[in-house]
């Protein structure tokens, strides 16, 4: 059964600062990770999604990567603001059927310290 | 830009009542799907349905459950006979074909007392 875990739960930065925030599953037979941010109480924004061919995938301030061999994956969040405060989730899309079942990690809750 | 909706944002019930959970998809979306939140928790995928049937289900999606699209346009979950455990926030989800990213509406927080 796949696993998905996410290192560190919670992180502080100052504003400014790049962060990156871990992402490791247990099965590589993936076919996609999507990483989403979610604000407290409201739903999941899609901010990238590494297709299992991919490396990386960029998005403004945001770079996530994709290591599908060691079943890693990081985001790296660029000069920081107050308002990437969230949580950021990883999920990974495991094979089955016809759909593309997504299986989470816990998140990483983020602020950023004005 | 086209959003996934849900309605309602929060449904309060009793015990052993049923629920009905709404969501529009967005219209070029041919899979969807619904998770749930348990609060504290980690999301958690409920069942997905293609072509008017579902395509997976979880060991969370018993017979109290089922889901349907009953007009094309909504996509609604229904639970026969709520229990407390299921308060949780329901997620709503479409995707269209190839790159298979998932779009996720903004959730209904279901409460039973």
């Known amino acids: 059964k796949q696993e998905v875990t996410q290192i560190p739960a919670a992180l502080s930065v100052p504003e400014g600062e790049n962060l990156v925030l871990n992402c490791s599953f247990t099965d590589s037979a993936i076919y996609n990770l999507q990483w989403f941010r979610q604000d407290p109480g409201k739903g999941l924004t899609s901010l990238l999604l590494i297709q299992s061919s991919q490396r990386e995938q960029t998005s403004g301030r945001l770079n996530a990567s994709l290591d599908k061999s060691s079943g890693r994956s990081t985001l790296y969040i660029a000069a920081s603001q107050p308002g990437d405060s969230a949580t950021y989730l990883c999920a990974v899309h495991v094979v089955g059927g016809s759909a593309r079942q997504l299986t989470f990690g816990s998140g990483t809750q983020l602020t950023v310290l004005p | 830009e086209p959003e996934v909706t849900q309605t309602p944002s929060h449904q309060v019930t009793q015990m052993g009542q049923e629920v009905i959970l709404r969501c529009v998809p967005i219209s070029n979306h041919l899979y969807f799907y619904w998770y749930r939140q348990i609060l504290g928790q980690k999301v958690e995928f409920l069942v997905s349905f293609y072509n008017n049937e579902i395509s997976e289900k979880s060991e969370i999606f018993d017979d109290q459950f089922s889901v349907e699209r009953p007009d094309g346009s909504n996509f609604t979950l229904k639970i026969r006979s709520t229990k407390l455990e299921d308060s949780a926030m329901y997620f709503c989800?479409?995707?269209?074909?190839?790159?298979?990213?998932?779009?996720f509406g903004p959730g209904t927080r279901l409460t039973v007392l």
């Open positions: 989800a479409g995707g269209g074909s190839g790159r298979n990213e998932q779009f």
